[in-house]
């Protein structure tokens, strides 16, 4: 307010300055004044001062004049300084008002502020104190309500599962007696089928030296089929001498004969025909075998149902013709858990089919993959290395499938899982997966001579290892010969199904850098094949 008065003040001075008759000012202050008020017009087109309202701009050029002013004159200079003293300090005490009126504003609306918010705040409390009263007299009622109904299930049931009425009901009592009765009979018949813990201990410790005694009667089994064989080789060469005429020395004959049995060894398949001459005709059948096999059945049952799977895994894998080695007994153990901290049931039964399983005995296909990806999947990678390396499984692609997807997911045992997936491979013919397996584990050269003795792979199997194998060293000796013999895959082949695929184009520039680098020739044939292909690829692009 006291910028737009004292502005509006100079312009009325000014208009009377400028109608003022000029009998009072020379030509040179008249000059002046003129110089003065073009330079106040001139500021304020350039600061754009506003037409109306207080401005800073506009004081700011108004003390500059006056400053202009009180330099120019004599006479009055002392009495425009203290004017303009005055009016400064008045200008800047209506400044400190406005600023103490804005903070005192200010200050209201906060205060304004914080008391809606205390208002507020009240409210909430005297509402959150209602809802606890509320809660807390909800809560007295329902006590006393489940006092009251404690008191009324007490006073109403006097004989347990009969309420008062049944139980001043006599036809209801009846009822209730011979249901009781029959409860009793239930129990009796039951206790006749059970033990008391003491004749279990007693039986535990019966079938402890039970199977004591059997240990004991294998090892003695084992010493008398050694002793058999080498009665039997014995028997067998004096049969011989005597047949040829008894040309040789008895003494020497048994003094070679004892030398042979001392280097000899029984070995599984030995012993195992000896079982099967000796007791070949002692299997049971009939009513015998069906006995066998029930008693086998019911004593899986019993230990699986006691939790007692590793006893139960050695007797399902040695039943009797094998009627428990199958994928329904493997899904039984899978379907438990074992103590925290034990092998989990279904390695302990896939451990035991590996161990009973005769020589040169493979376990089912559907078998081997299940017991494969759940050794897996429980980290026991040595028992599935131990199964493959002994030819315990029935080799499949699926199988070999699972070891490679499983190396592809845990790069700890990469490498082993490959091998293994190598072996598989192997063994079933697939020669383009075997490579595979090969260059993924990092053996490119072993995978290049293994690729040279495998005439059924072609150059389409050599480009499918390439792309799921992509390594500029195996495309390089791809199409090198090797050893004097034709390279695998021709150069203008593998550039030209390359440079198709934008993935892969990088290596087949890189081969052709290569080539460059080394000065190897190129046919012209294969140039021109190599430049419209890239050229192809490069109009595709």
């Known amino acids: 307010m006291f910028k737009l008065q004292s502005c509006s003040s100079s312009s009325s001075r000014r208009e009377e300055r400028r109608s003022t008759p000029d009998i009072l000012i020379s030509d040179t202050d008249e000059r002046f004044f003129q110089s003065l008020y073009e330079f106040i017009e001139h500021e304020k087109r350039y600061l754009r001062c506003p037409e109306e309202g207080p401005s800073e701009q506009r004081h700011s050029i108004y003390c500059s004049v006056f400053n202009k002013v009180i330099s120019r004159a004599t006479a009055y200079k002392r009495l425009l300084l203290t004017i303009k003293a005055e009016y400064d300090d008045a200008i800047r005490e209506l400044k400190r008002r406005e600023d103490e009126a804005r903070m005192t504003q200010r200050t209201l609306a906060a205060l304004t502020s914080n008391l809606k918010s205390l208002t507020s705040c009240q409210r909430r409390a005297a509402q959150l104190r209602d809802r606890v009263s509320a809660l807390h007299r909800e809560t007295a009622e329902l006590q006393e309500e489940l006092k009251t109904q404690r008191l009324s299930v007490e006073q109403s049931t006097w004989i347990p599962g009969l309420t008062v009425a049944e139980s001043l009901d006599p036809e209801a009592l009846d009822g209730h007696l011979k249901h009781l009765e029959a409860q009793r009979s239930a129990l009796l018949d039951r206790k006749r089928h059970c033990v008391s813990l003491e004749v279990k201990a007693e039986l535990d410790d019966m079938l402890q030296a039970t199977a004591h005694h059997r240990d004991q009667l294998s090892t003695e089994n084992n010493r008398l089929k050694v002793l058999y064989k080498r009665l039997r080789l014995v028997c067998d060469r004096l049969s011989s001498w005597e047949e040829e005429g008894a040309q040789a020395p008895l003494e020497e004959l048994l003094c070679a004969t004892l030398e042979s049995i001392r280097q000899s060894k029984v070995t599984e398949d030995t012993s195992c025909s000896i079982d099967a001459e000796l007791f070949g005709g002692e299997e049971p059948t009939g009513v015998d075998e069906f006995r066998l096999l029930t008693d086998s059945l019911d004593r899986f049952i019993e230990l699986f149902d006691s939790a007692q799977y590793e006893d139960a895994a050695l007797l399902a894998a040695r039943s009797p013709r094998g009627v428990l080695r199958n994928l329904d007994t493997m899904q039984m153990f899978t379907g438990v858990k074992g103590p925290p901290g034990s092998v989990p049931p279904v390695l302990l039964f896939f451990q035991a089919l590996l161990i009973t399983a005769p020589a040169g005995d493979e376990l089912s296909a559907l078998l081997s993959l299940q017991a494969v990806r759940f050794a897996l999947q429980h980290g026991a990678s040595q028992l599935v290395t131990h199964a493959v390396t002994q030819k ?22 990469t490498d082993l899982c490959l091998a293994l997936a190598t072996i598989v491979y192997e063994a079933c013919g697939l020669d383009r997966k075997t490579a595979l397996s090969m260059c993924k584990r990092g053996l490119i050269h072993s995978a290049i001579e293994f690729m040279n003795h495998c005439k059924n792979l072609t150059a389409e199997d050599c480009v499918w290892i390439l792309y799921r194998s992509p390594s500029l060293s195996l495309l390089q000796l791809l199409t090198e010969p090797q050893r ?4 695998i895959l021709s150069a203008g082949i593998a550039c030209s199904t390359l440079l198709t695929d934008p993935r892969q184009q990088q290596f087949a520039l890189q081969l052709l850098d290569s080539f460059v680098s080394r000065g190897r020739g190129v046919s012209q044939m294969c140039t021109d094949c190599l430049h419209s292909q890239l050229s192809a690829a490069v109009f595709m692009c």
């Open 392 to 413: 315990k499984l029935n080799f499949s692609e699926d199988l070999g499938d699972i070891l490679t997807e499983h190396a592809q997911k845990n790069p700890g045992v």
């Open 484 to 487: 004097g013999q034709a390279a």
